[in-house]
């Protein structure tokens, strides 16, 4: 008689998960190190102690664009006037990242990436889960892992095409990590039914796996330190502080162990930046000019003034008054507070083909550090290993064996209200509106494809590119601008963007070629940015409307575990 033999599929590898939290990412051994039972409760207990703040803060956020799109304008708070006046400093700047000169900036994955950028001579890498970074599963998880390791000092990288081995020199730059921005979700870790808040998931994770290698620097200053982006409002540096401090209570590390300097990169911030270091001020490392993000917030806080218009996006730079302002009072404010006053990005990469179109980027570059440190700058940031040695050059022959000028007198006439809101001055192109939507696409179409840091006609492009190209064109069209077609005026229409759009994307094929356009992801790329160019109302940000295109739903990838 035939026997049968009842065979139990073996049930997949799932993450231990405590009650509450779900994963819906892929499952992968070494994603399954950093997402521990333990470090899960801590992310989820963070996010129900502070998702009612959130909320909170990201409704004043909507009911301040409402007041803004019905005329009324930023301005410093009078109800805080004793905190921008009063007598006070934030806590005095740990030895360990006094000097910061020259800070580069990139991606948290690829590994290879985060080793070059540790060993690149800057004093600081910045590792991003924010604007560089396209917050796909693999890239958020595969980040986790490498700055565990780049804290352990053990992350290394063997490249088999080259034949070549990357690992950590003798003198890595000091690491500071970029969450994400309050108002961006985490949809592949639901806690409690609903995605988790997307810093809280990078900070906690980080935090956790990590804390243990800075106890040893307990009063010491030797961090964790971060970067803070996309604040609005010394409310949600509050949210912060309170972040902090549950850390390193839970963590039994010295209260003010961990350092953040904030990204001033909104044009309602830049009026609250004293309220802001006063939150954090047990916890400051300064603050930092966000410029491209701060450009794209100023045409998102007037997109409804026709009398607020940028000019062309090149236009845009920092002789600019209302830049030229918001860099003079963020260096003023630091330094009256005691804390690093930092610079903006200097986006060039390397020419390898072209020796005088380098030498000619670099002379930019060095021409913009300068402007920067003989204003007051303590310290800047780049996008390349290459402009490295040409900046720590201009800063440190400015500095002359200081590591940076806190100590500094103040610079400049005072900076008031009507400064920092002046409209800026230049020209309108249909060129101009070509350019933005050349970029806008393909940086979107690398976004969508997993890349966050995008090399774009010999710049490094991050989000706020595509920001600021989405709308500048968005504002544009909203009001019928008048563009210059080579000294013929058009204005800016639906029609005007869709021939734009065509023939652009007909240039962009011809540029990557056929091939590659056919197997990127542009052609939905192009059909996203005319979607939200053209939008009845503008959208807070191109990567949260664009975000469900990169989640990836995996069933069955979590079961319970008990504490």
Known sequence: MATTTALT?????????PEGVDIRGRYGPEFASILTCDALAFVASLQREFRGAVRYAMERRREAQRRYDAGELPRFDPA???????????????????DRTVEITGPAEPRKMVINALNSGAKVFMADFEDALSPTWENLMRGQVNLRDAVAGTIAFRDAARGREYRLNDRPATLFVRPRGWHLPEAHVLIDGEPAIGCLVDFGLYFFHNHAAFRAGQGGGFGPFFYLPKMEHSREARIWKAVFERAEKGAGIGRGSIKATVLVETLPAVFQMEEILHELREHSAGLNCGRWDYIFSYVKTFRARPDRLLPDRALVGMAQHFMRSYSHLLIHTCHRRRVHAMGGMAAQIPIKDDAAANEAALELVRKDKLREVRAGHDGTWAAHPGLIPAIREVFEGHLGGRPNQIDAAAVGDAVVTEDLLQPPRGARTVEGLRHNTRVGVQYLAAWLSGSGSVPLYNLMEDAATAEISRVQNWQWLRHGTALDAGGVEVRATPELLARVVEEEMARVEAEVGAERFRRGRYAEAGRIFSRQCTAPELDDFLTLDAYNLIVVHHPAASSSCKL
């Open 9 to 17: 599929a073996a049930a997949p590898p799932a993450y231990d998960t």
């Open 80 to 98: 805080t006037r004793p905190v921008r006046e009063g007598d006070w400093a934030c806590a005095p700047v740990p030895p360990a990242i006094a």
